[in-house]
């Protein structure tokens, strides 16, 4: 069973940055890939950005260019390095791990607000 514990939310003005963490812990073995979805109120949850265990990625097309996965495996953790946001970022972020047998684990999530 893999465990992910998320931290980094916050408010923030349009234009600024965030940085958001997930650290995993127990069967990390068993994680093929990982990544961060969002949800904002009243829309469905969408993926943002996800990367492999060979290091491929996949953004969004309304983060590509903004937002910057990244992982390190020796320490079982991930981010998400979010620049020029927008009030549109607005959303629950939730990472998330998906195991080679395709189960998916989520943490908690985690509010990032985009207003000034």
């Known amino acids: 069973q893999v465990r992910l514990v998320e931290s980094g939310g916050g408010l923030v003005q349009p234009g600024g940055s965030l940085r958001l963490s997930c650290a995993a812990s127990?069967?990390?073995?068993?994680?093929?890939?990982m990544g961060w979805y969002r949800q904002a109120p009243g829309k469905e949850r969408e993926l943002v950005a996800a990367?492999?265990?060979?290091?491929?990625?996949n953004y969004a097309d309304s983060v590509k260019g903004r937002f910057t996965i990244s992982r390190d495996n020796a320490k079982n953790t991930m981010a998400l390095q979010m620049n020029s946001l927008k009030p549109e970022d607005t959303a629950v972020y939730y990472c998330?791990?998906?195991?080679?047998?395709?189960?998916?684990?989520w943490g908690q999530g985690t509010q990032v607000r985009v207003s000034s």
């Open positions: 998330y791990a998906r195991s080679r047998y395709s189960v998916m684990t």
């Open positions: 990367m492999s265990n060979g290091g491929s990625t």
């Open positions: 127990g069967n990390v073995v068993s994680i093929d890939a």
